[in-house]
């Protein structure tokens, strides 16, 4: 990607999605095509003079086009309108009335049945030569669905993810190159491993492995590492909820072995933790104390402000403390673990509300650990207000009853009862 592209707001949106100049025009071209029954002419040379700044204002064709890809307003995307804002350039009817700019440009869905229409356009509509603009199509689909894991957590988009997946699949075999082909594969591989999540972060365990083993096809199919990666971490996951504990630890070295793990610090930094947390389950404290301590290292290394595929998005420092705390409390230093969660809790954004009820579900039990039981029970009670009018993700059942059983063994009856009794229906019915 030129150095024009990451200084213009255009530039970043494609610098984030991995799209390249050509890729831009044939986009563009498709949309001006759908707009008007006529495909574009936009070139390569057109948008390097867009990201340049020597075209500041595009044709009005363009310009819905553009707005159409990004869903971003032309505004937005850096450029700079020609007089003042009644000699705008005009926009005749037939290159953009509002009737065809709604056509195009529909604002992001936040619920489940927004994004099955989204994923899912009239068939009649659809090109015979699929390009890039189902790539980014299908792009804000995954990124939609990512967007409403972190807010609620992962179940009930299964199905959902698995008809973006399918989705993918068929355009595959009408994609206009090579390139698209492997992205339109990249993009199932997404879907399905959002969809094996889904059930995953629901404690739905059954199933899984088949979408993962499914994913992980997909991922080779793409030439994806990043993917592969994304697979063997969700795979790690699985074996660790199955108590499965040295099959988690291969799964979690697999995901260090790959490619993108080798070269990508962020990555690294991800396998790392990963693989700590499987190795304390497993009972091997010293070697887990090491991955995290590698974890920490990889981080400090990394750029956070470079584009991340969606399903990479959420780590970060705040993660990192959270896969921390697990670690330290498993190993048996439970003042570490707690000292990590409020680290993790002080770093992580508004929009991880599951992340932060499952953070302070884990700060409950490192304070519990602690024998310090009147704020343990005091900090479990915020993961029911964190995920309030949400039904709380089966994982995150798991994680209170583990809560509950350890309250058990550790406070006087009357403290274990009453603290069942206040979120029996909350936590076991919700």
């Known amino acids: 990607m030129d150095t024009a592209q990451s200084d213009s707001p255009l530039g970043r949106w494609m610098s984030e999605r991995g799209m390249s100049v050509r890729e831009l025009a044939d ?67 037939e290159e953009g009335s509002d009737v065809e700019r709604r056509r195009f440009l529909g604002a992001a869905a936040s619920t489940t049945a927004a994004v099955t229409i989204s994923l899912t356009p009239n068939a009649s509509a659809r090109p015979s030569r699929v390009g890039t603009a189902d790539v980014i199509r299908l792009r804000a689909g995954i990124e939609r669905l990512v967007a409403l894991d972190d807010e609620r957590g992962g ?18 075999e009408r994609a206009a190159t090579q390139r698209v082909r492997q992205r339109l594969f990249a993009l199932a591989t997404d879907y399905t491993a959002q969809a094996a999540w889904s059930r995953i972060d629901a404690g739905q365990l059954d199933g899984v492995e088949a979408r993962l083993e499914r994913a992980l096809t997909l991922a080779g199919l793409a030439q994806d590492s990043e993917r592969s990666m994304q697979v063997w971490n969700l795979r790690a996951m699985l074996a660790r909820q199955r108590r499965h504990h040295h099959e988690a630890v291969a799964a979690a070295e697999a995901g260090l072995a790959t490619a993108v793990a080798r070269r990508s610090p962020v990555h690294a930094s991800l396998a790392h ?158």
């Open 27 to 93: 986009a563009v071209n498709d949309a001006v095509g759908r707009l008007t029954g006529r495909p574009g002419a936009t070139s390569e040379r057109t948008v390097y003079r867009w990201l340049s700044g020597q075209n500041r204002w595009p044709q009005a064709r363009q310009r819905l086009a553009l707005e159409a890809v990004t869903g971003l307003s032309a505004v937005g995307l850096g450029f700079v309108p020609r007089g003042k804002p009644h000699d705008h350039d005009p926009v005749r009817p």
């Open 155 to 172: 179940h009930g988009l299964e199905h959902v993810a698995l008809a973006g997946a399918a989705e993918a699949l068929g355009l595959q």
């Open 273 to 430: 933790a990963r693989t700590a947390v499987c190795l304390a389950h497993s009972g091997q404290a010293r070697p887990a104390l090491r991955h995290l301590a590698r974890a920490e290292d990889k981080l400090t290394k990394a750029d956070l402000r470079q584009p991340r595929a969606s399903w990479l998005v959420f780590y970060g420092p705040a993660e990192l403390h959270s896969l921390t705390a697990i670690v330290h409390d498993v190993v048996g230093r439970p003042a570490e673990a707690e000292a990590a969660s409020h680290h993790a809790l002080a770093e992580l954004g508004p929009a991880y509300r599951r992340n932060r009820a499952h953070t302070l579900a884990r700060l409950a039990l490192a304070q519990l650990h602690q024998g310090d039981i009147e704020q343990a029970c005091a900090t479990s009670g915020q993961v029911f207000d964190a995920m309030a009018g949400t039904v709380l993700p089966g994982r995150l059942r798991l994680l209170l009853g583990d809560f509950q059983r350890d309250l058990v063994a550790r406070a006087p009856r009357p403290m274990a009862h009453a603290w069942t009794d206040r979120y029996r229906t909350q936590w076991s019915g919700s």
